[in-house]
């Protein structure tokens, strides 16, 4: 693979790294910080609790003091109540919790405890600890794997089907981003953390009105289809672009896993990005926070929780957020809403759920990506904030969806689930899409006034069971699902030339396009699933095996999106397996392969061709994938190779069929966790090489396909400071190298680097925990062209922006 260029690139980077991590790890003297650490654990709090458990005892103490107090051992339980009440230090608050108990603690750096057991720890002749550990947090959700240590990425995800698993023993890469992580970014849409993933980038424009994403270097177009999952199905997440109130997670399944969710409804085969939706938790939760910043953009959010019943069985938890005000873009505004309730009901054998969510958002003068597929010479990025869309231009997006799921344990091994829900997407617009036409920048548009409507259903059901064969156990889930759409479109071009220029634009006069008299149906697609698979474990987890298959039926009617009349049809079958394998020869160390595959249907044979009409057969995008993930407790990192092949249709000789082919290789380095006390690492970076393998061209055969860069690179580096007890600085470093236009690799957009930076400073007033946060991004304000999509249209870089935050408790 020819990633010699990509690796010497790396070089010219190191400064800009160590700028970020320089930032973040000042030297102090030895002396200095010592005494800083004694006065920090001689501070006092005011604590009032009353616990049961030790775990309650370790979160209560925790978001008090903003203390983080982990542990690698089971907590012992206790009889009675423990009141902790009064004014004192944290290790006070602790040693009251743990009396009588026969543990203790040590210190893990600046506001960080550990929890110990010294009759352990002495018959250990001093081994050292490798067991990951559990940081405690008000509110967290018992079912989800818990937060790795510095609380960015959890411990584990959601592998569709299998459901969730811890992510030594996942036999794929996936990155699971928490609610804290998202929170301390002040992301507001799931594309603003995943940027931030070496792996996906989102080449849209940020100020569009449509979030895009690539994944290992395949497109995921998530307009029309619901393309993003919602708690491990399709059909229920906003379709055009997620907000991040309601996420509890954000996970990244990296490779095509038609056999573990299905197949993606707009065909993406590069991953699988999923919400995991927040519920409420053990302690009741009155978080509210403001926002100001992105321009001139004002807006708060609320998020409120309460378990109800008397063993708390019911949940209710509430997101709300509105935020409106100019953006960071010349003449645009910005209005934004959301709602989102989720509900659950925690029984003995009987667990259920139902989640809700409105979101809006309008935008005048959305700034579209620009068409660069027939510009002779490919101009300079403008600056950022620069806006070729006229003041009168705007889009109007609706997203409603609704979800409901059940889990009944018929035994202690076996488990029946399902869910059922489904979402509705509510598009109005006017603009258009310019095009750049010269060197020098300048622009031709034609606006068009579309009106477009997707509504999506789901539906799921299953049986997941745990048993043994001899010494192998089985965790066996047989599946069914099913998923459909219908997409109606209305659509009038505007007459008008519009002209203007990417460095000083022109305000153009308006094009009154009357607005399309209906909605238009033009398709309906079903996708029906059963799927079968089965994780084997053997000699103590050391060998684990999982095997499994799914047969996945596609049916799609077209309609003419002028009469509505009936145009053609598709209905094709095939299945699609999976093997996976890990291997853990210590505590510390996974070993991983796999073999996947992802769908994408089929086309039909174009009018122009000699067999016009002809359906193709889904196209199979194949995955061989091996990889070593490392856990030390507080810091990890992982490695993975693979490669991907993914088909499609072309015209030879004047008949279509489907000998095309790209061949994605890569190589990913990842890191994670607290890599010294108090200093958080997060990131990595991503070699690819992403090739047009078969081609009906000897220009565009063996070329690198469009937008997809040979190297990315994403570190943040975070770092509480010893200095001001609660105060935390963060950098973080992107890269990503030069990406092509077009398939003839003649034209491209440079490589680019931004470095952001951040503070939060957690604190408490009034007896609330309060935590104030600010975030300026591409501090040195470069100019750049951040992506090119798979229509070889380019997006502008956001300009130098500040986000200004505070949160609260009470």
Do not use: C
Not at 131 to 152: C, F, K, W
Not at 228 to 242: C, L
Not at 253 to 265: I, W, Y
Not at 514 to 543: N, V
Request: net charge negative.
């Amino acid at each position: 693979m020819e990633f010699k260029q990509a690796r010497t690139r790396t070089y010219s980077l190191i400064s800009a790294l160590l700028v970020s991590t320089a930032m973040a790890v000042p030297a102090t003297s030895g002396a200095l910080a010592a005494n800083v650490q004694t006065e920090i654990a001689q501070a006092t709090y005011s604590f009032d609790i009353s616990v049961s458990s030790l775990a309650a005892g370790v979160a209560e103490i925790g978001a008090a003091s903003g203390w983080r107090i982990a542990y690698t051992i089971n907590l012992p339980s206790i009889d009675g109540a423990r009141d902790i009440r009064g004014d004192m230090t944290v290790p006070a608050a602790i040693d009251a919790l743990l009396r009588g108990t026969g543990l203790s603690y040590r210190e893990a750096g600046e506001n960080s405890l550990i929890l110990i057991d010294p009759a352990a720890e002495a018959g250990q002749s001093g081994a050292a600890v490798v067991d990951p550990i559990r940081v405690e947090a008000n509110s967290t959700q018992s079912d989800l794997p818990p937060a790795y240590a510095g609380g960015q990425v959890a411990t584990g995800g959601r592998l569709g089907m299998l459901g969730n698993t811890d992510i030594m023993d996942a036999p794929v890469s996936i990155t699971s981003y928490t609610s804290e992580k998202i929170a301390d970014q002040q992301a507001q849409t799931i594309a603003d953390v995943l940027k931030h993933d070496p792996s996906v980038r989102a080449p849209n424009s940020s100020g569009g009105m449509l979030d895009t994403y690539q994944i290992r270097g395949f497109n995921m177009n998530t307009g029309n289809s619901g393309e993003v999952s919602f708690n491990g199905v399709y059909g229920v997440a906003p379709t055009y672009r997620a907000q991040t109130g309601y996420a509890e997670r954000i996970e990244v399944l990296k490779g095509p896993a038609a056999l573990l969710g299905g197949m993606a409804p707009n065909s993406g085969v590069g991953g699988v990005i999923n919400i995991v939706p927040k519920r409420a938790g053990d302690e009741d939760l009155n978080r509210v926070s403001a926002d100001y910043g992105l321009g001139e953009q004002a807006g708060s959010n609320i998020d409120f929780s309460r378990r109800l019943g008397d063993e708390g069985q019911l949940g209710v938890r509430f997101n709300g957020g509105y935020h409106t005000g100019d953006t960071y873009v010349d003449h645009q505004e910005r209005e934004a809403t959301l709602g989102a309730l989720a509900l659950d009901y925690r029984g003995d054998d009987f667990r259920a759920t139902l989640d809700l969510i409105d979101q809006r958002e309008n935008l005048n003068a959305p700034f579209r990506e620009l068409q660069a597929i027939d510009t002779p010479v490919m101009p300079d990025a403008p600056d950022g904030s620069t806006n070729v869309a006229n003041e009168w231009e705007w889009s109007d997006v609706t997203d409603q969806s609704a979800l409901l799921g059940g889990e009944y344990d018929l035994t202690n091994h076996l488990m029946v689930f399902g869910s059922v829900g489904g979402g509705q997407s509510e598009v109005d617009r006017l603009f258009g899409y310019p095009m750049i036409e010269n060197a020098a920048g300048d622009t031709t548009d034609t606006v068009s006034y579309a009106r477009f409507q997707t509504k999506r259903w789901t539906a799921d059901a299953g049986i997941r069971g745990e048993f043994k064969t001899g010494a192998v156990n089985h965790e066996a889930t047989f599946q069914l699902s099913r998923y459909s759409d219908e997409f109606r479109r209305g659509f009038r071009n505007g007459t008008d030339t519009l002209n203007s220029n990417i460095y000083a634009p022109v305000a153009n006069p308006i094009d009154a396009v009357a607005a399309p008299e209906s909605r238009i149906k033009t398709s309906e697609t079903d996708l029906t699933g059963i799927a079968l698979a089965d994780t084997l474990s053997m000699w103590d987890d050391l060998l684990q095996l999982t095997v499994g298959a799914r047969h996945q039926q596609i049916e799609t009617d077209n309609f003419n999106n002028v009469t509505g009349a009936f145009v053609s049809s598709y209905d094709e079958s095939v299945v699609t397996p999976m093997v996976g394998v890990v291997v853990k020869p210590t505590n510390t160390l996974s070993i991983y392969a796999n073999y996947l595959e992802g769908l994408s249907r089929g086309t039909i044979a174009p009018d122009s061709a000699a067999n016009a009409g002809e359906v193709m057969a889904p196209y199979v995008a194949k995955q061989i994938e091996t990889g070593v993930k490392l856990d030390y407790g507080n810091f990890g990192a992982t490695v993975a190779i693979f490669q991907i092949t993914k088909p499609s249709g072309q015209l030879v000789n004047n008949v279509y069929n489907s000998d095309a082919e790209q061949r994605n290789r890569g190589i990913e380095l990842g890191v994670f966790g607290e890599v010294m006390p108090n200093v958080r690492l997060l990131g990595g970076v991503m070699f690819l090489e992403a090739e047009l393998t078969k081609t009906n061209s000897a220009t565009t055969k063996g070329n690198q396909a469009v937008g997809a860069p040979e190297m990315s690179i994403n570190l943040t580096t975070e770092w509480d400071t010893p200095f001001a007890p609660g105060l935390t600085l963060s950098g973080t470093v992107n890269h990503v190298s030069e990406q092509y236009i077009n398939t003839e690799n003649t034209k491209d957009i440079p490589d680019w680097t931004t470095l952001d930076l951040g503070l939060r400073y957690k604190t408490i007033v009034a007896e609330m925990p309060v935590t104030f946060r600010a975030t300026i991004q591409n501090v040195t304000d470069e100019d750049y062209w951040a992506g090119v999509n798979e229509f070889s249209m380019v997006s502008v870089g956001a300009p130098r922006t500040a986000l200004l935050s505070v949160t609260a408790d009470f």
